[in-house]
């Protein structure tokens, strides 16, 4: 259900249910990996949502979405203007292209993170290629973007003082799956996220539960008013239409 005629979705498909038990979007070679190794899949239920998987391969809609591929940026990006530029220039090459550099610095500004480093932008500009490889819109990840820079707001009021830099990176990246949940109607289920994110970090188990206490934490309050839904969106989007069309380069 949209909450703006401009455009930004805001399904409200059963919130209070684990964010986990979506339909899920899923990269081809992810899911074929998975069930190689299945010791996690039984934490997860299905309820009747649908799932999609990142492809590998280029999609048409991958490229139109994404009009700017390609993992050198050099000239493209005047990284003293940008929230953040100075340090996320070093990790320019896990984009999946130039409009993700954009988005991710106009998201860490909307949800008013102290301090990035490292691995916190590669991370999360990893997460960005996830839901560009599952085929999402460009405008589909600024709604995303838009709810989860809200979201971490409440979070960090609470647990701020205790979470370090990868911490804030994770804690990010959780709120991105949790919004991405409730804005879709297809969605990419928690162990791809594992898989792809979160592997090396923690077990799958842990991240179910950190996502669920993130949701207790937002009292499973995902729905945001319309107004500031609309401002945050609107500041994604604008990032898209100021990026020129560019050639794919060297990915």
Same mark, same amino acid.
């Given at each position: 259900?949209?909450?703006?005629?401009?455009?930004?979705?805001?399904?409200?498909?059963?919130?209070? %249910?684990?964010?986990?038990?979506?339909?899920?979007?899923?990269?081809?070679?992810?899911?074929?990996?998975?069930?190689?190794?299945?010791?996690?899949?039984?934490?997860?239920?299905?309820?009747?949502?649908?799932?999609?998987?990142?492809?590998?391969?280029?999609?048409?809609?991958?490229?139109?979405?994404?009009?700017?591929?390609?993992?050198?940026?050099?000239?493209?990006?005047?990284?003293?203007?940008?929230?953040?530029?100075?340090?996320?220039?070093?990790?320019?090459?896990?984009?999946?292209?130039?409009?993700?550099?954009?988005?991710?610095?106009?998201?860490?500004?909307? %949800?008013?993170?102290?301090?990035?480093?490292?691995?916190?932008?590669?991370?999360?500009?990893?997460?960005?290629?996830?839901?560009?490889?599952?085929?999402?819109? %460009?405008?589909?990840?600024?709604?995303?973007?838009?709810?989860?820079?809200?979201?971490?707001?409440?979070?960090?009021?609470?647990?701020?003082?205790?979470?370090?830099?990868?911490?804030?990176?994770?804690?990010?990246?959780?709120?991105?799956?949790?919004?991405?949940?409730?804005?879709?109607?297809?969605?990419?289920?928690?162990?791809?996220?594992?898989?792809?994110?979160?592997?090396?970090?923690?077990?799958?188990?842990?991240?179910?539960?950190?996502?669920?206490?993130?949701?207790?934490?937002?009292?499973?309050?995902?729905?945001?008013?319309?107004?500031?839904? %609309?401002?945050?969106?609107?500041?994604?989007?604008?990032?898209?239409?100021?990026?020129?069309?560019?050639?794919?380069?060297?990915?």
């Amino acid at each position: 259900m949209s909450m703006s005629p401009q455009g930004p979705s805001d399904h409200g498909a059963s919130p209070v %249910a684990s964010p986990i038990s979506s339909h899920n979007k899923t990269p081809d070679k992810a899911s074929q990996e998975h069930k190689a190794s299945e010791e996690h899949s039984d934490s997860e239920s299905t309820v009747g949502r649908t799932t999609v998987a990142p492809s590998l391969h280029e999609s048409s809609s991958g490229v139109s979405s994404c009009r700017s591929r390609g993992r050198r940026f050099e000239g493209s990006v005047d990284w003293g203007r940008i929230h953040f530029g100075e340090k996320m220039q070093h990790y320019a090459r896990y984009a999946h292209c130039l409009e993700d550099i954009h988005l991710l610095s106009t998201f860490l500004d909307l %949800a008013k993170v102290p301090e990035m480093h490292g691995d916190g932008f590669k991370v999360l500009l990893h997460t960005l290629k996830l839901l560009r490889l599952c085929d999402y819109s %460009a405008e589909d990840i600024c709604s995303v973007l838009a709810h989860a820079s809200e979201y971490f707001g409440d979070v960090h009021d609470i647990c701020g003082t205790q979470m370090g830099n990868r911490e804030v990176a994770n804690v990010l990246t959780s709120l991105l799956y949790i919004a991405h949940c409730f804005v879709h109607d297809e969605t990419c289920p928690l162990h791809i996220w594992h898989q792809y994110l979160f592997r090396k970090y923690c077990p799958l188990k842990t991240l179910n539960a950190a996502v669920m206490r993130l949701m207790e934490i937002l009292q499973y309050r995902l729905r945001l008013e319309p107004t500031d839904l %609309a401002e945050r969106y609107t500041r994604l989007t604008t990032v898209l239409l100021q990026q020129p069309t560019q050639a794919a380069v060297g990915f």
